[in-house]
C-alpha cells in the first residue's frame, strides 16, 4: 500500500532524483556504456544531460578525466558503467585519475541488494561482482547504495572527490535501489552546505609562510619557482604579468606545462625524469626551490632522488601533508598549505633583484636547443623533435593539446614542444598508460567544441583504444589527430635494446606485433586522413586540412630506430639493481667546453660545489 500510494504522488524514481541533484552540482555530461543493471539511472540522464555513448568503458573514465580537468567553469561530466565488466574495464581510467589527483566520478550499476552475496559465494547475482571494494584503494571514495539516500547525504559523498585532494568517486547503485519510488520531499528535508574547495586552515598556513618564504627568496642568488598542476589555471592567468616579470626563474611539471608562456623572458623549462636537458641543468644549479603545487614525485626528481636539487633549500606546498613527509626528496620547508593562495600572497612581495641569475639561464637556453644535434633519423623519416617544432608553429593559443601520455611521442612533445599561454595541455603521467590519447582527447573536444583539439599519439598507444574513432566521427568532433608510426612500441623497444643486447620480443611486427593499414582504418569510420611525407608538417595540402573544421588524421612517418635524446641514464649493477644518474647528466655526455659554461656550480662529474 506504501509504494502504491507514492508513485500515485509523485511518480519519481530515485534514479531520477539523483539525477537532478547532480544537475545541481553542475553535471552537464554523462559518458557511458549502456547495461541492464544501470538502466534506471541510464533513462534518467536521458532527459536531463549531454549522453555521449563511448564504445568501451576505460574511454568513459578517461574522457571524463579530460573533460573535468580541462574546465574553468562550472561544467561537469560523469561516467556511467554497468555491474561486472563494466565496472573492470574502467579501473585504468579511475587509477589513472587517481594518481594525478583529479575529479572523476562514476555512477556504477549492480544486482539488486537481494540478489547480492555479500561475500558468501563469489557469485550470486548476474554479472556480480564486489565494484567498491576492487576499486576502493584508488579512490577518494567507493561505496554501495542499496537503498535510497538522501540529498545531503548523497551530495558529500559526491564532493569527497571534488575538494581537498581530488580523487575519484565510485557510487554503485543496487537495482532496486535505482528505481525504487521516492518521496522527493522527505529526501530532501535535510539542508546541505557546500563545503570550501579549500580548508580554510590550509589557506592560512599558507598566507602565514608567505614572507618568510620571499625573504628565503630575496636572499637566495639562483631562486627557481617550479609550478605544478596544484596551481589553477585560473590563478596562472590571474597572475600572468606578475610571475612573468618576477625575477626569478620560472619552471612548470609537466602537469603544470600551460601554466605559464614558454616565450616568458624568466621561463626556464619543465625539468623531468625524461625533461628538458636546460630546465634540468638549472634547477640543480640552483640555490633556491619554491615548489607549488607538486608532490615532487620521482618523474620530478629521477630516480636519484637523493642528489636532486643538490645546492638548493626546497620549499614545497601541498595540501596533502602525507606527500610532503614521505621522504624523497629531502624538504628543508614543508608547507602543508594551499599553493594557490602561497603564490598569490609571494607574489606580491618583494623578491630581490636576480638578473644575473635571469642572464645565466637565458645564456643556458641558448647553448642547450630542444631539437639536439645528436638525434638521428634515417632518410625518408620525419625527425619527431622537428615535427613537434612544426607542430608549435600551426597552433594556436586557443588550441587544446593533448600529448597522449606514455612513449616516444609523448616525450618528444613534452621535452620540445613549446607551448603558448591559453594552450589547454593535458597529460596523465603519474600511470603512464598507453591508449589514453584518443580517449582524452574526445573528453577534452566535448569540453570546448568551439575550439580546435590537436592529439598526438603513438601508434602503439592509439592501437590500444582506436574503437573510439568511431565516436569521434559519430560526434563530429573538430579533432587533429597525429599518429606517430613508428611501428611498434618506441619506448619497449629501446628498452630491450639498452639493457638486453637487442633481444626484441613483441614491440614490433617483427616480433609479433601486427598494426592496422591506417589509412583503411580511418576510412572505415569516414575520417579524412593524410600520409605526411618526409617533410613532416611542410607536407603540401596540410595546413589545409588541420585548419578545417570536423576531424581529420595525419600519419607521421617515425624511424623505427629513431633516437630520442637527451634522456637519463641507467645502469644494471652488479646485483641485478638500477643505478640512475642525477637529472643535470643526461645522456650524450656534453662536450666539456659546453658542459663547463652551463654548469658552472657544479663540477661536470660530481655533485659537489664549484
Same mark, same amino acid.
Given at each position: 500500500?506504501?509504494?502504491?500510494?507514492?508513485?500515485?504522488?509523485?511518480?519519481?524514481?530515485?534514479?531520477?532524483?539523483?539525477?537532478?541533484?547532480?544537475?545541481?552540482?553542475?553535471? #552537464?555530461?554523462?559518458?557511458?556504456?549502456?547495461?541492464?543493471?544501470?538502466?534506471?539511472?541510464?533513462?534518467?540522464?536521458?532527459?536531463?544531460?549531454?549522453?555521449?555513448?563511448?564504445?568501451? /568503458?576505460?574511454?568513459?573514465?578517461?574522457?571524463?578525466?579530460?573533460?573535468?580537468?580541462?574546465?574553468?567553469?562550472?561544467?561537469?561530466?560523469?561516467?556511467?558503467?554497468?555491474?561486472?565488466?563494466?565496472? #573492470?574495464?574502467?579501473?585504468?581510467?579511475?587509477?589513472?585519475?587517481?594518481?594525478?589527483?583529479?575529479?572523476?566520478?562514476?555512477?556504477?550499476?549492480?544486482?539488486?541488494?537481494?540478489?547480492?552475496?555479500?561475500?558468501?559465494?563469489?557469485?550470486?547475482?548476474?554479472?556480480?561482482?564486489?565494484?567498491?571494494?576492487?576499486?576502493?584503494?584508488?579512490?577518494?571514495?567507493?561505496?554501495?547504495?542499496?537503498?535510497?539516500?538522501?540529498?545531503? =547525504?548523497?551530495?558529500?559523498?559526491?564532493?569527497?572527490?571534488?575538494?581537498?585532494?581530488?580523487?575519484?568517486?565510485?557510487?554503485?547503485?543496487?537495482?532496486?535501489?535505482?528505481?525504487?519510488?521516492?518521496?522527493?520531499?522527505?529526501?530532501?528535508?535535510?539542508?546541505?552546505?557546500?563545503?570550501?574547495?579549500?580548508?580554510?586552515?590550509?589557506? /592560512?598556513?599558507?598566507?602565514?609562510?608567505?614572507?618568510?618564504?620571499?625573504?628565503?627568496?630575496?636572499?637566495?642568488?639562483?631562486?627557481?619557482?617550479?609550478?605544478?598542476?596544484?596551481?589553477?589555471?585560473?590563478?596562472?592567468?590571474?597572475?600572468?604579468?606578475?610571475?612573468?616579470?618576477?625575477?626569478?626563474?620560472?619552471? #612548470?611539471?609537466? &602537469?603544470?606545462?600551460?601554466?605559464? *608562456?614558454?616565450?616568458?623572458?624568466?621561463?626556464?623549462?619543465?625539468? &623531468?625524469?625524461?625533461?628538458?636537458?636546460?630546465?634540468?641543468?638549472?634547477?640543480?644549479?640552483?640555490?633556491?626551490?619554491?615548489?607549488?603545487? =607538486?608532490?615532487?614525485?620521482?618523474?620530478?626528481?629521477?630516480?636519484?632522488?637523493?642528489?636532486?636539487?643538490?645546492?638548493?633549500? @626546497?620549499?614545497?606546498?601541498?595540501?596533502?601533508?602525507? /606527500?610532503?613527509?614521505?621522504?624523497?626528496?629531502?624538504? +628543508?620547508?614543508?608547507?602543508?598549505?594551499?599553493?594557490?593562495?602561497?603564490?598569490?600572497?609571494?607574489?606580491?612581495?618583494?623578491?630581490?633583484?636576480?638578473?644575473?641569475?635571469?642572464?645565466?639561464?637565458?645564456?643556458?637556453?641558448?647553448?642547450?636547443?630542444?631539437?639536439?644535434?645528436?638525434?638521428?633519423?634515417?632518410?625518408?623519416?620525419?625527425?619527431?623533435?622537428?615535427?613537434?617544432?612544426?607542430?608549435?608553429?600551426?597552433?594556436?593559443? +586557443?588550441?587544446?593539446?593533448?600529448?597522449?601520455?606514455?612513449?616516444?611521442?609523448?616525450?618528444?612533445?613534452?621535452?620540445?614542444?613549446?607551448?603558448?599561454?591559453?594552450?589547454?595541455?593535458?597529460?596523465?603521467?603519474?600511470?603512464?598508460?598507453?591508449?589514453?590519447?584518443?580517449?582524452?582527447?574526445?573528453?577534452?573536444?566535448?569540453?570546448?567544441?568551439?575550439?580546435? =583539439?590537436?592529439?598526438?599519439?603513438?601508434?602503439?598507444?592509439?592501437?590500444? &583504444?582506436?574503437?573510439?574513432?568511431?565516436?569521434?566521427? @559519430?560526434?563530429?568532433?573538430?579533432?587533429?589527430?597525429?599518429?606517430?608510426?613508428?611501428?611498434?612500441?618506441?619506448?619497449?623497444?629501446?628498452?630491450?635494446?639498452?639493457?638486453?643486447?637487442?633481444?626484441?620480443?613483441?614491440?614490433?611486427?617483427?616480433?609479433?606485433?601486427?598494426?592496422? +593499414?591506417?589509412?583503411?582504418?580511418? +576510412?572505415?569510420?569516414?575520417?579524412?586522413?593524410?600520409?605526411?611525407?618526409?617533410?613532416?608538417?611542410?607536407?603540401?595540402?596540410?595546413?589545409?586540412?588541420? &585548419?578545417? !573544421?570536423?576531424?581529420?588524421?595525419?600519419?607521421?612517418?617515425? *624511424?623505427?630506430?629513431?633516437?630520442?635524446?637527451?634522456?637519463? !641514464?641507467?645502469?644494471?649493477?652488479?646485483?641485478?639493481?638500477?643505478?640512475?644518474?642525477?637529472?643535470?647528466?643526461?645522456?650524450?655526455?656534453? !662536450?666539456?667546453?659546453?658542459?663547463?659554461?652551463?654548469?658552472?656550480?657544479?663540477?661536470?662529474?660530481?655533485? /659537489?660545489?664549484?
Amino acid at each position: 500500500m506504501r509504494v502504491t500510494r507514492i508513485l500515485r504522488s509523485t511518480g519519481m524514481k530515485y534514479s531520477d532524483l539523483v539525477v537532478d541533484w547532480l544537475s545541481e552540482l553542475g553535471y #552537464t555530461h554523462c559518458f557511458f556504456v549502456g547495461g541492464g543493471n544501470i538502466m534506471h539511472l541510464l533513462d534518467g540522464v536521458r532527459s536531463r544531460m549531454k549522453c555521449v555513448p563511448v564504445v568501451h /568503458e576505460v574511454a568513459a573514465g578517461i574522457a571524463v578525466e579530460y573533460f573535468n580537468e580541462s574546465q574553468v567553469g562550472a561544467r561537469r561530466a560523469f561516467a556511467m558503467v554497468t555491474a561486472g565488466p563494466g565496472l #573492470t574495464n574502467i579501473v585504468t581510467a579511475i587509477a589513472g585519475a587517481w594518481l594525478e589527483s583529479r575529479e572523476l566520478l562514476i555512477l556504477g550499476g549492480q544486482v539488486k541488494s537481494t540478489d547480492l552475496s555479500n561475500g558468501a559465494v563469489r557469485q550470486r547475482g548476474v554479472q556480480e561482482i564486489a565494484g567498491t571494494e576492487i576499486v576502493r584503494p584508488i579512490t577518494a571514495f567507493s561505496h554501495r547504495i542499496e537503498r535510497p539516500v538522501d540529498r545531503s =547525504t548523497f551530495l558529500d559523498y559526491i564532493e569527497r572527490g571534488r575538494t581537498g585532494r581530488k580523487g575519484p568517486v565510485f557510487l554503485e547503485f543496487c537495482l532496486d535501489a535505482q528505481g525504487a519510488p521516492v518521496e522527493r520531499e522527505e529526501l530532501e528535508k535535510r539542508s546541505w552546505r557546500k563545503p570550501e574547495p579549500i580548508q580554510e586552515r590550509l589557506v /592560512e598556513i599558507a598566507r602565514a609562510s608567505a614572507s618568510k618564504v620571499a625573504a628565503m627568496v630575496r636572499a637566495a642568488k639562483r631562486p627557481v619557482f617550479l609550478l605544478g598542476a596544484g596551481v589553477s589555471r585560473s590563478t596562472a592567468a590571474d597572475l600572468r604579468r606578475a610571475i612573468e616579470g618576477a625575477s626569478v626563474a620560472l619552471m #612548470t611539471t609537466w &602537469n603544470g606545462i600551460d601554466r605559464v *608562456d614558454a616565450f616568458a623572458p624568466n621561463y626556464a623549462g619543465r625539468p &623531468n625524469l625524461h625533461g628538458q636537458r636546460r630546465a634540468n641543468v638549472l634547477i640543480q644549479q640552483a640555490d633556491l626551490v619554491v615548489a607549488f603545487g =607538486t608532490r615532487l614525485g620521482i618523474q620530478q626528481t629521477g630516480f636519484n632522488w637523493q642528489q636532486f636539487a643538490p645546492l638548493a633549500q @626546497i620549499v614545497m606546498y601541498d595540501i596533502d601533508n602525507a /606527500e610532503l613527509q614521505k621522504g624523497h626528496p629531502r624538504i +628543508d620547508v614543508p608547507v602543508n598549505g594551499d599553493a594557490n593562495t602561497a603564490l598569490r600572497e609571494i607574489i606580491k612581495l618583494d623578491l630581490g633583484d636576480h638578473r644575473e641569475w635571469l642572464d645565466f639561464v637565458t645564456f643556458v637556453k641558448e647553448q642547450l636547443p630542444l631539437e639536439e644535434p645528436s638525434n638521428v633519423t634515417a632518410p625518408g623519416y620525419v625527425n619527431p623533435y622537428r615535427v613537434a617544432a612544426q607542430l608549435a608553429a600551426a597552433t594556436t593559443a +586557443d588550441d587544446v593539446v593533448i600529448p597522449c601520455s606514455s612513449g616516444g611521442a609523448y616525450v618528444t612533445m613534452m621535452q620540445s614542444y613549446p607551448q603558448k599561454f591559453g594552450q589547454i595541455i593535458i597529460n596523465n603521467k603519474g600511470l603512464a598508460s598507453m591508449g589514453y590519447g584518443l580517449s582524452a582527447a574526445i573528453g577534452a573536444a566535448m569540453a570546448y567544441p568551439e575550439r580546435r =583539439t590537436v592529439l598526438i599519439e603513438g601508434d602503439g598507444g592509439f592501437s590500444q &583504444n582506436l574503437q573510439e574513432l568511431a565516436t569521434v566521427h @559519430i560526434n563530429a568532433l573538430n579533432l587533429k589527430i597525429f599518429i606517430f608510426s613508428d611501428e611498434g612500441y618506441a619506448s619497449i623497444r629501446g628498452t630491450q635494446r639498452n639493457y638486453f643486447g637487442g633481444a626484441y620480443l613483441g614491440c614490433d611486427p617483427k616480433t609479433g606485433l601486427g598494426f592496422p +593499414d591506417w589509412p583503411k582504418l580511418f +576510412d572505415a569510420y569516414s575520417i579524412p586522413v593524410m600520409e605526411l611525407s618526409q617533410e613532416g608538417l611542410e607536407t603540401p595540402g596540410f595546413l589545409e586540412r588541420f &585548419n578545417a !573544421p570536423g576531424p581529420s588524421a595525419f600519419v607521421v612517418p617515425i *624511424d623505427p630506430a629513431q633516437t630520442y635524446h637527451p634522456k637519463l !641514464p641507467s645502469r644494471v649493477t652488479a646485483s641485478g639493481s638500477m643505478e640512475s644518474a642525477p637529472l643535470h647528466l643526461m645522456a650524450p655526455d656534453l !662536450p666539456a667546453d659546453v658542459a663547463k659554461a652551463v654548469m658552472p656550480f657544479l663540477l661536470a662529474d660530481t655533485l /659537489e660545489p664549484a
